[in-house]
């Protein structure tokens, strides 16, 4: 039974870079969920997908930020010129939309630290 | 805009003792999640409520919704360390898409 899966778990770069992290759906999940997490806060929602169809954005999400789900199964989250301010823990959450009410399964995260 | 308000912020108990934990909004939520969150790990789901007036109970953690759905408590009975951790509320909208948390409770259990 596999989870959702993030990788890389830690990332440090420096101001200025661009990263990138993949999150990896519970399999039968059509539903994903990008999530953002500082310090002493609960989740923020970025976006999310259904199958390959991005549906919302959080104003959250800046021009310097896009993500893509290309085959509605893994979804990569691209950080472009990095600052300070996106040091966060990037949560990855799927679920499986039949239900009326909508059970999100996280991953363990991406703790991004930018210098 | 909803808002969940989590109260208390932190809880520093000894083992044995019960607690609760509350989360409060204005909004109405097509339901309501609880989720345990360790110190650099993700959030693990606990339970759903969907319905007004719901209680579920999950060993020694009674979750109950509130009548108008716009509130939620979790009750942990005879807490132990292994409870120890950050508990998040967070309630879906109407579409039930995004999930909209409160700011959470870290609960500290001594032994």
């Known amino acids: 039974d596999t989870g959702v899966s993030q990788d890389p778990r830690h990332k440090i770069t420096k101001r200025g870079q661009n990263v990138t992290f993949r999150c990896d759906p519970i399999?039968?999940?059509?539903?994903l969920y990008w999530y953002r997490q500082t310090l002493g806060q609960g989740p923020e929602f970025l976006t999310y997908?259904?199958?390959?169809?991005?549906?919302?954005k959080s104003r959250l999400l800046s021009d310097r930020f896009s993500a893509e789900r290309p085959k509605g199964s893994f979804s990569t989250l691209e950080i472009q010129r990095t600052e300070q301010g996106d040091s966060a823990m990037y949560l990855c959450?799927?679920?499986?939309?039949?239900?009326?009410?909508?059970?999100?399964?996280f991953g363990p995260g991406t703790r991004l630290t930018v210098l | 805009t909803q808002l969940l308000e989590q109260s208390p912020q932190f809880l520093s108990i000894q083992e044995g003792e019960n607690l609760t934990v509350y989360c409060n909004s204005s909004?109405?939520?097509?339901?309501l999640q609880w989720y345990r969150q360790e110190p650099g790990e993700g959030p693990v789901l606990l339970v759903t409520?969907?319905?007004?007036?719901e209680v579920k109970k999950l060993k020694r953690l009674t979750f109950q919704f509130g009548d108008a759905r716009k509130d939620s408590s979790l009750h942990i009975t005879a807490a132990q360390p292994g409870d120890t951790g950050l508990y998040l509320c967070?309630?879906?909208?109407?579409?039930?898409?995004?999930?909209?948390f409160g700011a959470g409770t870290i609960l500290r259990v001594k032994s």
């Open positions: 399999s039968e999940h059509n539903r």
């Open positions: 997908f259904q199958n390959e169809a991005q549906l919302e």
């Open positions: 967070a309630g879906a909208g109407e579409y039930g898409n995004k999930l909209v």
């Open positions: 909004s109405v939520f097509s339901s």
């Open positions: 959450a799927s679920s499986f939309q039949v239900l009326s009410y909508n059970e999100q399964f």
């Open positions: 409520v969907v319905t007004g007036g």
